[in-house]
């Protein structure tokens, strides 16, 4: 079993057919089938089950599949690794984010950090921080800016300062808010629109509180949860720094009153994993703005 073998393999499952892959792959079917059978033969089980048109997994191909994106996800950083060797703070840096920091603060980011390094290219990743964990384990990306709260899950953090929580909504949701700050008890009139991973937060703050929220909307995206919230559909809550992505300034943002309601923005790394020279330069570069 060898690399070429497990992109064919790939590749086929990605497609769905062998004739698929095989334009994929600008080769002609009888080999790609070939390397597949030899594959199933070095194992000793199937991988695929066969149909007049499309073939499916089997649970053992199901197993393989995950290991080879995996493995040629880190073949793939291993050869940028040492091309990022050779050439110091250049190549490429491999970067995930979260949609609530995809905005002008990444921009900041990025552009200044150009300036001084012209060299580097950029592949940029947008997940929410559950999945970009996964990438950074797999070695898909490199560096991951995410946001509290999770699971630390082995990897490395530099922690950013916290930010408060803000509701954001149409002003004419707030005329009779005109504070610049809002509530729990406020905010239970409202429909809410949250993070998925902040239910649980939200659902212990009022239950203190002894107050009973509306949630309408859970997402996994700042994005989402602004839009509805231009929409109308109730008041989002989200990070201070996603109001950034209000770009036609339709939103009336407020600071929500608890201490226990902030958020953290953390740079992520896997620490069995080389860190290039590119991507310790850009964690020491974002965290000159704190």
Known sequence: MDLKQLSYFSAVVEEGSISAAARRLHISQPPLSAQIRLLEGELGCLLFERGARHIRLTEAGQLLYERSRALLALADSTRRELRDYQEGTQGT??????????????????????????????????????????????????????????SENGLKYRYLPAEPMLAAGLPSCFQ??????????????????????????????????????????????????LLLAQGGLGIGIVPQSARSLDHDAALVFKTIQSRELTSRIALAWNPSAHLSATAEGFIEHISSFF
């Open 93 to 150: 840096l491999r970067l995930g984010v979260v949609s609530s920091v995809s905005g002008s603060m990444l921009q900041q980011w990025i552009v200044t950090f150009h300036k001084k390094h012209p060299g580097v290219r950029y592949e940029i990743a947008e997940a929410n921080t559950y999945q970009l964990q996964d990438q950074l384990i797999s070695g898909r990306i490199e560096l991951a800016v995410i946001r509290t709260p999770f």
């Open 176 to 225: 009779s808010f005109p504070e610049e700050t809002i509530s729990l008890e406020q905010l239970s009139c409202f429909p809410l629109l949250i993070y998925r991973r902040w239910e649980t937060v939200l659902s212990d703050l009022f239950s203190h509180a002894h107050i009973t929220p509306r949630i309408l909307c859970n997402s996994e995206d700042a994005r989402t949860t």
